[in-house]
């Protein structure tokens, strides 16, 4: 009776499986792609700040060594 009120009708739905599976692929393919962006931020960040470094040299005012 108590299983019956709770809406228990004999194992789990397979539509609630199904959608769990389907969540729970969503959720990794989601971390995966966490994981792609945060090296592709990590790479530009490095070549912002080369780029900033060369562009802080004056190259048209640099003198040349004396020989």
Do not use: F
């Not at 792609?36 to 640099?62: C, F, G, T």
């Amino acid at each position: 009776m108590a299983k019956a009120l709770l809406g228990y009708v004999g194992g789990p739905d397979p539509r609630l499986l199904a959608e769990m599976r389907r969540l729970q692929q969503r959720v990794q393919d989601l971390e995966s792609e966490l994981v792609r962006m945060q090296a592709e931020n990590d790479a530009l960040a490095v070549a912002s700040r080369e780029e900033s470094l060369l562009s802080s040299l004056d190259v048209v005012r640099a003198e040349p060594v004396p020989a």
